[in-house]
């Protein structure tokens, strides 16, 4: 365990999926840190004071305040001598592409699939959803035909920011009524997020698979209005 020259305290709540990006690269880079976890939705005032927009994950570092899940993670990755990305600049830009990618086209299909109840619409969003994944099926296997992570054997802040919602996307597809096909076209994208979900620092920074579908029903509740 490496202690970094100030001490780390992240502000988390267990269930965030965000939080568990930041958690991943903490686990990933092996540093030395305090957990705080925060009640959601009703934040103490105090926590209010030190991030105004009231959001987890939030990291003290010394007496700074860092926010935003993906600045958090890499910001450990730097911590640790830039472990969790690759030095080549060409790399480096397709990996932060991915992650890009990835939130552009799955985050609000995510929470749409989840809000939705009307089972016509649930088929035009299944659409999408297989679309987008068949193209990052593509965009996996141009970067490495083997796998199992998107730079090969090298696990990378690509995986600790989208790691979090893999795993949400089977308890999203149960309540949102859609289904993630096993098909040839997505050979790669399913081979990387099994190697994803039997990561050690996935699984360590994780709900169970119950607690992960019941917080997803609760996010789908919200939605739902
Ligand atoms: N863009 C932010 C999103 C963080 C976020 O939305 N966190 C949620 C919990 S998962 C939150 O704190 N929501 C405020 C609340 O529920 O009151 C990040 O990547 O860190």
Redesign the pocket.
């Known amino acids: 365990m490496t202690v970094t020259a100030k001490p780390i305290i992240l502000y988390s ?1 267990s ?5 568990q ?2 958690l991943i690269a903490l686990y990933e880079c092996d540093l030395d840190h305090e957990a705080v976890e ?1 009640p ?2 009703n ?1 103490p005032d105090w926590y209010l004071e030190l991030n105004p ?5 939030a990291l003290k570092y010394g007496d700074d305040i860092l ?6 993670a890499e910001f450990f990755s730097d911590l640790a001598g830039g472990k969790l990305l690759p030095k080549d600049p060409l790399k480096k830009a397709q990996a932060r592409y991915l992650i890009e990618f990835f939130g552009a086209k799955f985050l609000p299909l995510y929470y749409s699939i989840l809000g939705n109840t009307d089972t016509e619409k649930a088929k035009l969003l299944e659409q999408q959803f297989v679309e987008n994944l068949k193209r990052l099926n593509k965009l996996l296997s141009a970067q490495s035909t083997e796998g199992p992570f998107y730079f090969g054997e090298e696990f990378s802040l690509v995986e600790a920011a989208v790691a979090p919602f893999l795993s949400r996307f089977t308890p999203m597809a149960k309540i949102g009524g859609i289904q993630i096909p096993k098909i040839p076209e997505l050979q790669r994208y399913h081979q990387w997020s099994d190697a994803v979900g039997q990561r050690e620092s996935f699984i360590k920074s994780s709900l169970s698979s119950q607690e992960l579908y019941e917080s997803c029903e609760a996010l789908a509740l919200k939605y739902r209005g």
């Open positions: 709540n269930s965030c999926p965000y939080v990006r930041a925060i959601l939705p934040k927009e009231g959001k987890v994950p926010v935003e899940s993906l600045v958090i």
